[in-house]
């Protein structure tokens, strides 16, 4: 385990505290999933296993993606590709708030310097048909931390009910490094033989991700494939239960769930490329929610989402 | 007597919520008590972030003993009867008496109902308080069912009396009530006990927890003055701030900071919208420039540095905040300055509501609309309609975007940094007012118009398409829009037929439905068959409802000035009761005559004029309309009448004529002493028809004066 008692000195430092604090106190450490997401919420570690009744810890990184924010790399807390941290405990423990203060103490945050604060701060997501309760946490003014009690997913209540903790962690790790600009921010340790800042990194995708998000990307492409996702998830849990193939029982959830995560995404893109208009943005909400609570209802016919034969 | 401490110990209250339910607990729980019988000397409620906390002093130590007899059959009544007794009471046969009664023997039950001691009925109250409590929004947590604002962690509950302090025994969902609490999270964490509401009240404050938030309050407020005052300057006053910020700490430490020179140039405004809407900072202004130049942030705690990370870290935090506002102020100016056309073209593709266009189709709407107010209020018509166009262009920039409630406000800035007069940059800002009661009214001619002409369309659209305020659902703020035409109206003393405005109105806003429906394919709003009013013009049923609505909305106002509905109802029934300002002149001064013994007596006399006439009318199925003549009259105080009649008439048509109501009212209470003389000394329903046929024709003629100047059947008295 890192040393807690020193400040962390880079944004890989934060990243592998985070892990250890996390995996110490029973989270089962997962790995990005492998698709774009907007935000962590949408891994299916986080989604799906917030429903239905079997007990679940897990904690993982997410390289997210918001094409509107991205800024050719110039601004200094704006980026379209970012990371989160998150956690999520189900049922939520009583001590879920200590929990989450351990992890600022394990990341250097020195609780008796600095004003952390629980401000209200109600979560939904329109797109997955999901809302909870909770804050965001402020050190210092700054929000650091999204800390949500999950009440509904895809539609469908939750209970037991989860907890779901999110850090943005460029710009926690930003404030812990005591960094101004995002780019400056040492990636790996400073003084390494090759040392790398977070620039070194990532400058250059995002100029070219900026370009393409904003005025390349071929809408009409795009437009195709978010239908066809749609069409697909709809085909896929139409399917019955039982596989013909082995005999068994197979909902399969997280295939169409997959296609949710596209159209989610797809979406995301034509809203960069600016070919959706105000009205037309509600419907396609609306259609990327319903997919997802599509997907809600067939994960609550799997095991992991509490179905019993 | 006992005292009752109550405390609810909770994760994180959202701020705006913690005084409602700080009354909710103390209402739920002594009402409960009360109804219980268990009465008290006092009680009070606090909040803090992570607490609700109830004190009740000199309660009854229990309920005391109810006796209470029910009467039931007679001993010789049906088996069934009695039966049917006993199970409403819930007793057997041996727990009823026999008693003599006038009407026999008959059977009384007695129920005994010993008191109670208060720790059970506390534990069954609060149980069923925090079962049922009314959060705004209440969620579940972990593996239970329980509903509260945030997980609920403890409950503290305990009855001292001169004896000691008792925890009343209570468990619910796991939860089981004690006698300790909490201090501050990060100052002082671990439990202690308590053993009445003073030691609880002292040990929270060495536990770093100030309980009363009014004391949190005044606490940040007198530090927060001190330290700008202290360096020459001034806090800006904001009470929803500082009601919020109390709630959002449980021992405040008040801090000051500097803004970065970058940012000084900001308008004032968006300074202060970035900081309190963002990080809930006061904003401290320099006195002598106006400039606010630095900010007030409240912490949780106090530290070692003196606060100084603290504050070293909200600094930073407002500076990359700013440095965004600064981001948006200089790309909008840049806009501003060279084509604001851009904006106004975004909002061609911005939805107003689906059945009523775009945001572009509305701001023509508005702008025909203040072209043609322009000159009914003083102001040039082209100027009217440019400024109209250019009020909410700012809907389209990127600050108005990041602060909503800048909206306008930032239209002036922008407007005049297009080169703009001032006079056309100002109605960005005032054409939205007035948004209450009490709020100024705009008065250059320019802003009155557009202000006019923004609200008309707002209403006339709703109207159109039938989305109507209901009960309290007005989510549209169409009765806000209605008071605002009132006020503008009558503070301008503006001579507007509504009616006509409304109407040609109506017809511009269907044509912009009809097109956003065919996009929608919604049901498409139409023409009306109109309806005819009492002056014989026709219009559209909804136009008709729409005055009826400000009409509303223009009582409410006046009320509110003293004037009853029903004298304004006796004057809305009056032709010309679309011009506003008429209809209140002429409501005004029908109140100051009924306020005068002339004028109350007056009325009464009208009314029995009114009533004889009406019930003859109708026994007769005639209406007596015809000129009375004043050669059939037999009494002196008759022919009296008949003068007065005269001479009334002769004074109320040039007054009215000339709008001068009080003198038209002053002419119809002289009225008073001759009706009085007339129905003391006349009867008249005589046997004589001819006489009697006069005598209701010279009553007719008293209904008509008088109804000439206000609808007087409507007044009630």
Same mark, same amino acid.
């Given at each position: ?23 110490? =106190? ?31 810890? !897990? ?30 405990? =189900? ?14 103490? !394990? ?11 629980? %401000? ?38 939750? !209970? ?8 943005? *962690?460029?710009? *926690?790790?930003?404030? %812990?490094?005591? %960094? ?56 896929? *849990? ?6 013909? =193939? ?15 995560? =596209? ?6 893109? *034509? ?18 929610? !319903? ?19 | ?16 919520? /913690? ?100 720790? &059970? ?105 001190? @330290? ?32 970065? #020179?970058? $940012? ?63 981001? $948006? ?77 800048? /909206? ?50 707002? @209403? ?91 009409? #509303? ?22 032709? &010309? ?43 007769? &199925? ?76 010279? @009553? ?18």
């Amino acid at each position: 385990m890192t040393d807690q008692t020193t400040a962390p000195r880079s944004f890989q430092e934060i990243i592998l505290r985070l892990q250890s604090y996390w995996a110490s =106190k029973g989270c089962a450490i997962m790995q990005p999933y492998d698709m774009e997401v907007g935000a962590g919420t949408f891994h299916p570690a986080t989604t799906l296993r917030a429903l239905g009744n079997r007990h679940w810890a !897990a904690a993982y990184v997410q390289p997210s993606r918001r094409p509107t924010d991205g800024r050719y790399g110039e601004n200094p807390n704006r980026l379209q590709h970012y990371y989160q941290y998150q956690v999520l405990i =189900k049922p939520s423990p009583p001590d879920l708030q200590a929990l989450y203060l351990g992890s600022l103490a !394990a990341i250097g945050i020195d609780m008796d310097l600095h004003d952390i604060r629980f %401000v209200e701060d109600d979560w939904e997501s329109p797109t997955l048909g999901a809302w909870g309760l909770g804050w965001e946490v402020w050190c210092d003014g700054m929000e650091v931390s999204q800390f949500t009690y999950f009440q509904q997913v895809g539609g469908h209540d939750c !209970a037991p009910v989860s907890g779901e903790l999110t850090y943005g *962690l460029e710009r *926690l790790a930003m404030y %812990v490094l005591g %960094v101004e600009h995002v780019m400056d921010m040492p990636f790996n340790d400073p003084d390494a033989p090759i040392a790398l800042s977070y620039g070194d990194v990532f400058r250059q995708t995002e100029e070219e991700y900026a370009r393409w998000n904003f005025d390349t990307a071929d809408t009409g492409m795009l437009l195709r494939h978010f239908e066809e996702a749609e069409k697909e998830c709809a085909a896929i *849990l139409s399917q019955p239960a039982q596989d013909p =193939k082995t005999g068994k029982r197979i909902v399969m959830a997280h295939p169409a769930y997959d296609q949710c995560i =596209k159209a989610s995404h797809i979406f995301n893109l *034509l809203d960069a490329r600016g070919v959706i208009s105000v009205t037309e943005r509600q419907a396609y909400i609306g259609r990327v929610r !319903a997919l997802a609570k599509q997907c809600a209802d067939a994960f609550v016919q799997t095991a992991a989402g509490g179905y019993a034969a | 007597m006992p005292d009752l401490l109550i405390e609810l110990f909770s994760e994180e209250i959202p701020a705006r919520m /913690q005084a409602r339910a700080a009354e909710d607990l103390k209402q739920r729980v002594t009402d409960g008590l009360v109804e219980a019988g268990l009465t008290y000397a006092g009680a009070a409620a606090f909040s803090t972030p992570r607490r609700l906390t109830l004190a009740i002093e000199g309660m009854l130590a229990g309920s005391p003993a109810r006796r209470e007899e029910r009467k039931g059959p007679r001993v010789d009544a049906p088996e069934k009867a009695i039966q049917g007794f006993l199970r409403g009471a819930g007793l057997t046969a041996e727990d009823l008496e026999q008693r003599d009664t006038p009407k026999g023997a008959v059977y009384f039950a007695v129920i005994e109902k010993p008191g109670r001691p208060a720790a &059970g009925i506390v534990a069954e109250v609060l149980e069923t308080t925090i079962r049922n409590f009314p959060w705004p929004k209440s969620m579940r947590w972990g593996s239970g069912s329980l509903r509260w604002v945030r997980p609920l962690h403890s409950i503290l509950c305990i009855l001292t009396d001169e004896n000691g302090s008792a925890t009343v025994p209570l468990t619910l969902e796991g939860l089981t009530a004690g006698d300790s609490t909490e201090g501050h999270r990060f100052m002082a964490p671990g439990r202690f006990p308590v053993t009445s509401f003073e030691d609880y009240e002292a040990k929270l404050k060495r536990a770093h927890v100030m309980l009363n938030p009014a004391e949190r309050a005044d606490h940040i407020w007198a530090d927060a003055t001190n @330290l700008a005052f202290a360096a020459g300057l001034e806090v800006v006053e904001d009470k929803g701030l500082l009601a919020e910020v109390a709630g959002l700490v449980e021992w405040p430490v008040t801090l000051m900071g500097r803004i970065d #020179d970058a $940012f000084l140039d900001l308008p004032p405004e968006v300074l202060q919208a970035s900081m309190r809407e963002h990080q809930k900072f006061f904003s401290v202004r320099n006195p002598a420039s106006g400039r606010i130049e630095r900010f007030i942030t409240v912490a949780n705690r106090e530290t070692a540095d003196q606060g100084a990370t603290i504050l070293a870290g909200n600094q930073r935090v407002l500076s990359a905040r700013l440095a965004d506002a600064k981001f $948006f102020w200089d790309n909008d100016l840049r806009i501003a300055r060279s084509d604001m056309g851009i904006w106004l073209q975004a909002l061609e593709n911005v939805t107003f509501h689906n059945k009523l266009g775009s945001q572009g189709e509305r701001i023509r709407r508005i702008s025909a609309l203040a072209r043609e107010l322009a000159p009914m209020v003083g102001a040039d018509a082209d100027q009217a309609g440019l400024a109209a166009e250019l009020a909410k262009a700012d809907l389209s920039s990127e600050m108005v975007y990041e602060f909503p409630e800048l /909206q306008g406000l930032m239209g002036r800035y922008y407007i005049e940094a297009a080169g703009h007069p001032s006079e056309i940059a100002a109605v960005s800002q005032d054409h939205y007012s007035p948004l209450g009661p009490s709020d100024d009214v705009p008065t250059a001619p320019l802003s009155v118009a557009v202000a006019l002409a923004d609200k008309l369309d707002t @209403l006339t659209g709703f109207w159109a398409i039938d989305e109507k305020p209901t009960g309290s659902k007005d989510p549209f703020a169409l009765r806000r829009a209605a008071l605002g035409v009132v006020r503008l109206v009558l503070t301008q003393d503006l001579e507007l037929g509504l009616l006509d405005l409304i109407e040609a109105h109506l017809k511009s806003v269907l044509e912009a439905h009809a097109s956003a429906t065919r996009a929608s394919d919604g049901t498409v709003a139409v023409a009306q068959a109109p309806v005819e009013l009492p002056d014989g013009r026709q219009v559209d049923p909804r136009t008709q409802d729409l005055l009826a609505f400000i009409h #509303d909305r223009l009582k409410v106002y006046l009320r509110d000035q003293g004037i009853r509905h029903d004298i304004i109802d006796a004057c809305i029934a009056m032709e &010309g009761n679309d011009d506003l300002n008429l209809l209140v002149k002429r409501a005004r001064a029908l109140n100051d005559v009924l306020a005068t013994e002339d004028g109350e007596n007056l009325l009464q006399g009208f009314k029995r004029a009114n009533n004889i006439l009406s019930q003859a009318e109708e026994k007769d &199925g005639v209406e007596y309309s015809y000129g009375a003549d004043i050669k059939f009259a037999e009494d002196d105080s008759e022919r009296a009448l008949f003068a007065a009649l005269d001479a009334a008439k002769a004074s109320i048509d040039p007054a009215l004529a000339a709008q001068d109501f009080p003198a038209a009212m002053a002419a119809m209470a002289d009225l008073r002493a001759p009706i009085d003389a007339f129905f003391e000394n006349v009867q008249v329903n005589t046997d004589n028809q001819t006489v009697r046929r006069n005598r209701l024709n010279l @009553l007719s003629q008293i209904r008509s004066t008088c109804s000439s100047v206000a609808d007087l059947t409507r007044v009630e008295g």
